[in-house]
């Protein structure tokens, strides 16, 4: 199975409830919307991202994991777009003991509802054309 991922990297969390927890950020490429104030524009097409197998995905994944990493966000683009690989990702994470934060306009419920077992916080962020 192929992932396209735009970048992966390790940050301190500037928002919210976990606002100032280390954590790796995976921005997956492409998103199906395109809302004009996207703050990502370079995140919107499959083709801007890197393609991996997800086997390699995961090894890069791995090697990007910081000592003390307390969540991983799951964003993009709009990771649902790629959902079946995601999930993977997500599911590995999970089996590594880390909390899974997924970004999503949530835009696909049934895409939604199929990673939902291997995520622990949602940020659902409504798009509206």
Not at 2 to 13: A, D, L
Not at 57 to 84: C, F, S, W
Request: hydrophobic share 35%.
């Amino acid at each position: 199975m192929k992932v396209y991922i735009n970048e992966i990297f390790t940050s301190i969390e500037g928002e919210g409830i976990y606002l100032g927890t280390k954590t790796l950020f995976i921005r997956f490429a492409g998103c199906p919307l395109r809302c004009y104030w996207c703050d990502t524009p370079y995140a919107l097409l499959i083709k801007d991202g890197k393609e991996y197998e997800l086997e390699e995905a995961l090894k890069v994944i791995d090697a990007n994991m910081r000592k003390n990493t307390y969540k991983v966000n799951l964003t993009g683009g709009d990771p649902l777009l790629q959902h079946k690989a995601v999930y993977e990702i997500a599911k590995h994470l999970k089996d590594k003991g880390l909390l899974t934060y997924l970004e999503s306009s949530c835009y696909d419920s049934e895409r939604f509802s199929y990673l939902l077992p291997y995520i622990d916080i949602c940020k659902i962020e409504f798009k509206l054309k």
